[in-house]
Structures are given as structure tokens and as C-alpha cells.
């Protein structure tokens, strides 16, 4: 019975991905670019700093996270690499600025947190600049003749 079949298309793995990235990029999208408008109003930042940082840098590397990341992983470029700062942002929400509050309201950074390891882990997949900057690298290259 196929429902139950633990094999997976290459078509629809690479479906998943690209939809996976869309959605929770532009979810996460909605969460950063009220920090990307209060980085940039000229207000005093108030905002939670873990590592001593001061609140200007920590809010402009969450809004480096939630929005610059996103737009990169919308995309497909560097998704690897662009998924580990919302992995952290993801991770410092949860276990800092969520620590003394009860699961639910950890729960949505976690989700985010474990999102993003898979787009580390499997990467953007066929539909993506990746995809299409690393595809002439993969193919072999001839021998020379000599």
C-alpha cells in the first residue's frame, strides 16, 4: 500500500523544498521586518541582549537572520550557510527570551529552529540559484587529450 511506502520521488522532494522554503521564509519575513522598521526608525532600541552585545547589535543581527536569511532562502542562494543565523535567532528566542514562559510559547521558535536544521541538512533542492550554480560544477569534465 502506498501510503505507507517510505520512498519518495526526487520530483516531489525537490516540490517540498521549494514550497517549504517560500512559506516559512515569508512567515518568518512577518516577524522580522517589524525589527528591520524599528532598527531603522532612529528610536532608542530597546531590545533583549544574551551575549552582552548591546541591543543595537543584537536586534540588527536578528534582523540580518529573520530578513536578509529569508530573502536568501526564498531564493535558494547559500541556503546552507543562510539557514545557521535563524537557527540561532530561532534557538535564542526559544531558551532566552521564552525561558521563564511555558511551552506554547517556545513552541513556534522551536518549529522554526527544526525547519531551518532540515534546509541546513538537505538544502534547497532542484528549484533554486544553487541548484543552478552548482550543476555545470557537477557535471565531469573531460580528459584532456594529449
Known amino acids: 500500500m502506498r501510503v505507507f511506502s517510505t520512498s519518495i520521488s526526487v520530483l ?3 516540490v517540498v523544498l521549494l514550497i517549504g522554503r517560500l512559506t516559512v521564509s ?3 519575513l512577518t516577524h522580522g521586518l ?3 522598521t524599528k532598527f531603522t526608525s532612529g528610536e532608542a532600541i530597546k531590545f533583549a541582549d544574551p551575549f552582552g552585545l548591546g541591543p543595537s547589535i543584537t536586534l540588527g543581527l536578528t534582523v540580518f537572520a529573520e530578513v536578509v536569511c529569508s530573502i536568501f532562502i ?3 542562494l547559500g ?3 543562510a539557514a545557521i543565523p535563524p537557527m540561532i535567532a530561532m534557538g535564542v528566542a526559544a531558551f532566552y527570551a521564552h525561558a521563564d514562559d ?3 510559547a517556545k513552541e513556534k521558535p522551536l518549529l522554526f529552529l527544526l525547519i531551518y536544521l532540515l534546509f541546513f541538512v538537505f ?3 532542484r528549484y533554486s540559484i544553487d541548484h543552478l550554480m552548482t550543476r555545470n560544477s557537477l557535471q565531469p569534465t573531460p580528459e584532456p587529450e594529449y
Do not use: D, Q, Y
Open 12 to 14: 516531489s522532494a525537490n
Open 26 to 28: 515569508a512567515f518568518m
Open 34 to 36: 517589524p525589527k528591520l
Open 74 to 76: 526564498i531564493l535558494g
Open 79 to 81: 541556503t546552507r550557510l
Open 102 to 104: 511555558p511551552f506554547g
Open 123 to 125: 538544502g534547497s533542492g
